[in-house]
């Protein structure tokens, strides 16, 4: 007989039936009741067990964390908390689990503790809501985008160009490290015997090949992994993560903007509707966090709250220029609170001055654009101002920068100006400058962190507690 | 006046106003005709010029490759091969293509020459339409698993395990390549002080931690790179691909193979619908390829059949055993035909053998159960004779292997012991050990490549052109 998932069974379809369900023991109260989990809603199923129909020794292996089948009626429960349970008549231990050495115990465990069992936490409650939500986000992202006429694009995740700019990349090699490589006659690597016969890198952004895509297809997205070799252990960054890349051909800055906000708030609406059980369970554990702080730290709004004030409001969207006076005339500038302090225009706006646009001044996301030139990648474009660029980040409460993103520099010699005065190989990019070369035409896109949204939906605090594995310095395991 | 996409002004919704559509040009015959396309869809739309509304200098910037936006009346077209067409009142060049550098003209290019410039041959017709088919059919693969209860999940692409036991990886680091990365005092290198704290290499597959997950969220997949480092310079191999891996709790390997063959002719239906216009062009292209071949060279099928013959027969279910006999017996086995002559039972199957058995003997997509232990992976299910597993591969016209799968060893003992006569560290894989300590159970899971997939939909032969930017052995350029 073909096992009836949970989800299923608690909708209650098949009322005064005979099932079969199959899961892991949450726990097992009063060698009567079974909590049955298995991973297709938060939600147990409580299975009945009459203790003198079954052998003692096998009612001991019934232990949290251990596999049973179950066969019985489903019928309405009597006791509180659910609206239907199954009456045992039949009962497989599949997998014990031995209660001395179970990690898992049906207590609270610190998210110190679960990360060193990253295999095992997902059997909590928390990680498999998490886990769940992390899947539909990923869904919803997929949909929106397949559903408003872009294409996926995979771009490559090893790769012989540098798309920032930027050194903090991750080298790929056959090469051995012991120094036994091939060497050039000046003592340098001779890469063109390494694999891929050039030196290469773990991508840091798909969007460089996007932009190609976009050119051709017109709305393009990627979805896929990159990687900082940064040394930071911080709570919001990764050595791995997934990020998001839409590009689109013919957008300009205001189109872009208005693409990544009602992309966001589609996708947190589509989880909204598709994880309630889910996202009730971590707005509760949100609360119940929020019971140990003290009352001025604590959120004005629960997480379905705000998740719900992200979908009702404007992103209110302000120039850089702007948001550097009000930083300037603010509080904790003029206090010398913020470490940073603002004192002139092009200054970088640090983690302390988003949060006070954000959480204190707008209390509302944030879409912040029109950045100085020089604080800003060369691929952005130019204003006619000649001092900043089409740049644009959204600013999220309590994540930080959530998107970052930009009008493409689409004219040729305005470009290539650009690459000379940082010194970026116009021979290395020859395949980009050929897209500004032949039909080339105004474009916009941006990236998204997805495991920021992921903290933001979830309310978790910690990035690594929204990736299934987390890569971090000092850590790859699993 | 925002601008309407190709795709949206050919099904008419807009005869007779006033459009604006943005395009690259794909060829402007007579100065009159220019056909325009956006990547929406592969067909073009008709842009009729007056030439004497235009300044000669204007039109002679219409060139292939250039950008253009154009303003004007959709009516119905007089013309043959078109329904509708674009009256222009206005043109505008966005970006100029000169035709004398511009490397893609109206004319057939090789796919070799296509391969070169990987960052613009999207903008053909055929590459068009494989991006649009391989994007639509990514999000098939999406659909069919949320749709069916599976949770989506992204295992680590940086690892310190090796999952397959094969060593064909490329290494990840942040040390030097010239010697100077640290040592330890017996001179081997001193991984502690990388970045990771360990040696990490790129994965090869994501299964084990799918399984981790599986056992607790029930039914998972990935989708994601993986990665070999192997020097096979074929037209069916990448160094960095796409692999789609389900893994389901109380799945046996029957319930494994309905998955899979279920999941492979769901996402080819829908692909079938969502890509007529792709496909028919596809399906046109591979005719006309045909015809350069000998007779007894072309394939019964077209390629639209080829897929509905998919969809409408069941995959043939073989024991390996028995394919065994069946080669013992052929033909070519007999003339010493094969490279590989079986002779014994216990032979590992070369894809010449497996060609036989499906594109000669079945004539369908056939698959091939309960391999030899010997020749599998030390995960797999050890039957109760003791010599063979409960392993799976689909076999598929033209294409060979495009799923291999396994019900996994869930008995501890059992998979510990395998472990040790491979000699495959128990302490590395502590986690995955812990699967079969704590509430362990039947499961099972497959991988299926899914530019194999791309391949067998697209009917094209060379796995470098159903890929953006391959990653191949001395190539990792853009």
Redesign the interface.
Known sequence: MK?I?V?DLLNGSNLLQEVTA????RSFRNNQFIALN???TINNIQCVVDLDKFPADLLKKVTT???IAVKGTLVESQGAGQKFEIQVNNLEV?????PE??P?QPKKHSLEFLREN???R??TNAF?AI??V???L??AV??YF?EN?F???????????DAEGAGEM??????P?????P?NED???NYKED????Q?N?TVSGQL?AE??A?????VYTF??T?R?E?SNTSRHL??F?MIEPEV??NDLDANMDLAEDFIKSVIKYTLEKCEDDLNFLDQRLKDEEKNKPQAERSEMSLIEKLNFVLENNFKRVSYTEAIDILKASKPNKNKKFQYLIDEWGADLQSEHERFLVEKHFKCPVILFDYPAKIKAFYMRLNEDGKTVRAMDILFPGIGEIVGGSQRE?RYDVLVEKMKALDISEEELW??L?????????HSGFGLGFERLVLFVTGMTNIRDV???P?T??????
């Open positions: 096992h998932k989800n199959k899961g892991w023991v298995d991973g297709s964390g251990s596999a599949l997998g014990e689990s031995d050495k179970y898992i990253a295999h095992l997902v059997r498999g886990m769940r992390r899947s539909v990923s869904f997929h949909k397949q006429g294409y996926y694009v995979n771009t490559p995740i090893i790769t012989g160009s991750f080298q790929v090699t056959s090469f490290l012991d120094g036994s490589a060497k003592g340098t690597i694999f891929f016969g050039k290469t773990l090949e190609t895509y050119m051709a297809l017109g709305q896929g992994p990687f070799a040394n050595a791995e997934w051909a013919f689409e395949w980009y050929d897209t500004r070369k032949f039909g080339s035409a105004v990736i299934p594995f890569r310095p000092q850590n790859a395991e699993f």
